[in-house]
């Protein structure tokens, strides 16, 4: 079954602090890995996406970290903002080019 | 960058009315364009996926006879709830294959809500 599970569902944080998502998947044939932001009343805004072949992908504050052996990437937000308060989807694809969503996890920044 | 504008952004029907919602790609042709819903504080699940030219391929338990999906063209799908109910009430959001590697990009969300 093609299922993204996606921890926490809520998560706080002072700003500055680095929050990190965290998701598992269960297809192997999955081949590629995106993080989603987005605001209420909003279409979901591309943050960054890793490959199953790297480890881990830097763009600005924002890394994913991806464990193949495990089934497992996370999202790190490096020195985060009150701007960065939203909500954030990880996401999988498959080879019929469909996107799976994770649940979720609404990130909130405290000044 | 590859843009899919999607309107209108919200819209209030009558119960049993039709409503049609647009979702065009302004730099791009979009071959593929997929329908998400979206229901508050919940994760996006995909309705339907259209290809120019062809008939849309909907996900289990979606009424393709309630959402009517069109792709005419390659920069534009439409997606109509007929005889909308309360109960359709939802955020509806459109995306497409940008065309780039791996790269999807969505439309800003439709709010409907059925009264």
């Known amino acids: 079954q093609q299922q993204v599970k996606q921890s926490p569902q809520s998560l706080i944080v002072q700003k500055g602090g680095i929050p990190i998502i965290n998701c598992a998947y269960e297809?192997?044939?999955?081949?590629?890995f995106p993080w989603y932001q987005q605001f209420p009343g909003k279409g979901p805004a591309l943050l960054i996406a890793?490959?199953?072949?790297?480890s881990e992908k830097k763009e600005g504050r924002f890394t994913i970290s991806f464990n193949k052996s495990a089934k497992q990437f996370s999202l790190h937000i490096m020195d985060s903002q009150p701007g960065d308060s939203a909500t954030y989807f990880c996401?999988?694809?498959?080879?019929?080019?469909?996107?799976?969503f994770g649940g979720g996890t609404r990130l909130m920044v405290k000044p | 960058g590859a843009v899919v504008s999607q309107h209108p952004s919200w819209v209030i029907c009558k119960s049993g009315t039709s409503v049609k919602i647009e979702c065009r790609s302004l730099d791009f042709q979009a071959t593929t364009m997929f329908w998400y819903r979206q229901f508050p504080k919940q994760s996006l699940m995909l309705m339907a996926t259209s290809n120019e030219g062809s008939k849309a391929t909907y996900e289990q338990g979606v009424e393709k006879d309630k959402f009517l999906i069109n792709h005419a063209s390659l920069t534009l799908s439409t997606l109509t709830v007929t005889s909308a109910h309360p109960e359709d009430s939802s955020f509806y959001i459109c995306s497409a294959r940008t065309g780039t590697l791996y790269g999807y990009t969505f439309g800003s969300g439709t709010r409907l809500t059925v009264v």
């Open positions: 890793i490959r199953p072949d790297v």
């Open positions: 996401a999988a694809k498959d080879a019929g080019n469909m996107l799976t």
């Open positions: 297809n192997t044939a999955f081949d590629y």
